[in-house]
């Protein structure tokens, strides 16, 4: 069964950085595309970015670009979301979430597994 299991979330002020991890057991961690996504209340999940299988490639959302940054450490099943220079609007519930193969995009639909997600919050 696979289990995605992300953790590094809390609160942090405004500009300040968190980073969150996500291990991922029982499947081939390698051969999946890998994305993180966030949902505030009330609003609908929305995606972050994402990492190609062998890191090569990384997309942002632009909401983010410049920001946050996407890694993958194949040996350790893991992918890491370094977060800086935070705002108040980054406050979400944020999810890792394997893909259903080798390439994936933004859809929440073309993601597999998800995690439970890890709370960050943002203070002004």
């Known amino acids: 069964q696979v289990q995605l299991v992300e953790s590094g979330g809390g609160l942090v002020q405004a500009g300040g950085s968190l980073r969150l991890s996500c291990v991922v057991s029982?499947?081939?961690?390698?051969?999946?595309?890998m994305g993180w996504f966030r949902q505030a209340p009330g609003k609908e999940r929305e995606f972050v970015g994402g990492i190609s299988r062998s890191g090569g490639s990384i997309f942002y959302a632009d909401s983010v670009k410049g920001r946050f940054t996407i890694s993958r450490g194949n040996l350790k099943n893991t992918v890491y979301l370094q977060m800086n220079s935070l705002k108040p609007e980054d406050t979400a519930v944020y999810y890792c979430?394997?893909?259903?193969?080798?390439?994936?995009?933004?859809?929440?639909?073309?993601?597999?597994?998800w995690g439970q997600g890890t709370q960050v919050t943002v203070s002004s």
């Open positions: 029982g499947s081939t961690f390698s051969s999946y595309y």
């Open positions: 979430a394997s893909a259903a193969g080798p390439i994936a995009g933004s859809r929440t639909d073309e993601y597999r597994y």
